[in-house]
């Protein structure tokens, strides 16, 4: 009898590589999507016929009951969230309800229906904020600086909660960032390497940016899906940072992807203020060493690797635009 999954989130960056990853050990795969007058189904486009889609919302405890009654998963992966930052500064009472509250709604739909369900919450680097130690562990204090940091405290604390005071199986995953060719083109990695392609191809000459001197620790989205599986396949649960331990500034990043076009970043990139966070978090850097000891992960792609894989994605885009406008001109002659 095949395991069967559900993701909440299961058309993000995350849901889409964790669906392909479950489907690939023989899961049965479900996923929540949202009532939504445009579906974005992209990211799933090539799977679409292997997965369950199921209409549910965080912010309706009655639906996420009804969709784990019908399911009945063994383990449910909580991805779905207002996952961009800066979007949490003009809406942070949502930013609440989905990405704290929302986790709740589900952590208590499963204690109703079945508390022997297996939990992974999408905890954030960005719950450390303004970091009080370097690297970050699963010891360090948390210092959130936006209302999206503050709302997965919140997750991360009631996922914990659930654990201790009901003995399920809940996990956080402290992800620091993770990156592909399928990140939204508003986080700034797609932002520079979809600019940088279409730059090439002569489409446009400037990309506007904020902080160059911010530095992340980036790794590969493909990579990190496999630890969340890994967390829920152990004996006992825990929280576990995912990291590479590696840190690279904005502007190293900007130098990779120009540099791999052949392209001198200096005359093409604009610094905008008004694309600086209201408070910055300048430095996020993972010790995964617990997840390396006791799951067994590391990360195989490196952060070159991926700028230069997002690169080569663009360009293609880029070039399949640039196709379908030649088509679609030459039939409207």
């Given at each position: 009898m095949?395991?069967?999954?559900?993701i909440?989130g299961?058309?993000?960056q995350?849901?889409?590589?964790?669906?392909e990853?479950l489907?690939?050990?023989g899961?049965?795969v479900?996923g929540?999507?949202?009532?939504?007058?445009?579906e974005?189904?992209?990211?799933?486009?090539?799977?679409?016929?292997?997965?369950?889609?199921?209409?549910?919302d965080?912010l309706?405890?009655?639906?996420?009951?009804?969709?784990l009654q019908?399911?009945?998963?063994h383990?449910?992966?909580?991805?779905?969230?207002?996952?961009?930052?800066?979007?949490?500064?003009v809406?942070p009472?949502?930013?609440?309800?989905?990405t704290?509250?929302?986790?709740t709604?589900v952590?208590?739909?499963?204690?109703l229906?079945?508390?022997?369900?297996?939990?992974?919450?999408?905890?954030?680097?960005?719950?450390f904020?303004?970091?009080?130690e370097?690297?970050q562990?699963?010891?360090?204090p948390?210092?959130?600086?936006?209302?999206?940091?503050?709302?997965?405290?919140?997750g991360?604390?009631?996922?914990?909660?659930?654990?201790?005071?009901?003995g399920?199986f809940?996990?956080?995953?402290?992800?620091?960032?993770?990156?592909?060719?399928?990140?939204?083109k508003?986080?700034?990695?797609r932002?520079?390497?979809?600019?940088?392609a279409r730059?090439k191809?002569?489409?446009?000459?400037k990309?506007?940016?904020?902080?160059l001197?911010?530095?992340?620790?980036?790794?590969y989205?493909?990579?990190?899906?496999?630890?969340?599986w890994l967390?829920?396949?152990?004996?006992?649960p825990?929280?576990?940072v995912?990291?590479?331990?590696?840190?690279?500034?904005?502007?190293?990043?900007v130098?990779?992807a120009?540099d791999?076009?052949g392209l001198?970043?200096?005359?093409h990139v604009?610094?905008?203020p008004?694309?600086?966070?209201?408070?910055?978090?300048?430095l996020?850097?993972g010790?995964?060493?617990?997840?390396?000891?006791?799951?067994?992960?590391?990360?195989?792609?490196?952060?070159?690797?991926?700028v230069?894989?997002?690169v080569?994605?663009?360009?293609?885009?880029?070039d399949?635009?640039?196709?379908e406008?030649?088509?679609?001109?030459?039939?409207?002659?």
């Open positions: 095949s395991r069967r999954a559900l909440t299961i058309t993000g995350d849901g889409s590589y964790l669906a990853w489907l690939e050990q899961y049965e479900h929540i999507v949202r009532r939504a007058s445009t974005n189904f992209e990211r799933i486009q090539h799977i679409r016929d292997r997965i369950q889609l199921h209409q549910a965080l309706d405890q009655l639906s996420l009951i009804s969709v019908k399911v009945d998963p383990e449910v992966y909580n991805l779905a969230a207002m996952s961009f930052v800066p979007t949490s500064w809406q009472v949502l930013t609440g309800e989905f704290a509250l929302g986790v709604r952590l208590e739909a499963i204690r229906v079945n508390p022997s369900i297996r939990f992974y919450q999408a905890s954030s680097s960005e719950m904020g303004k970091v009080k370097s690297p562990n699963e010891q360090t948390f210092h959130p600086r936006s209302p999206y940091g503050v709302s997965k405290v919140y991360h604390w009631i996922t914990v909660n659930y654990r201790e005071s009901y399920m809940c996990c956080s995953g402290i992800l620091f960032n993770h990156e592909s060719p399928r990140r939204g508003e986080f700034v990695t932002k520079v390497t979809w600019n940088a730059i191809r002569g489409l446009q000459e990309v506007r940016l904020g902080n001197d911010a530095r992340r620790d980036w790794g989205a493909g990579d990190y899906v496999r630890a969340m967390m829920l396949q152990q004996d006992e825990d929280d576990y995912i990291a590479t331990g590696q840190t690279h500034s904005v502007r190293e990043l130098e990779i120009f791999y076009l001198d970043w200096r005359k604009e610094i905008d008004t694309l600086f966070r209201p408070a910055e978090v300048d996020l850097c010790d995964a060493s617990k997840a390396k000891r006791v799951l067994g992960w590391e990360p195989t792609v490196s952060f070159e690797e991926l230069r894989m997002m080569d994605a663009d360009l293609e885009r880029v399949r635009e640039l196709a406008s030649r088509r679609s001109r030459g039939a409207a002659r």
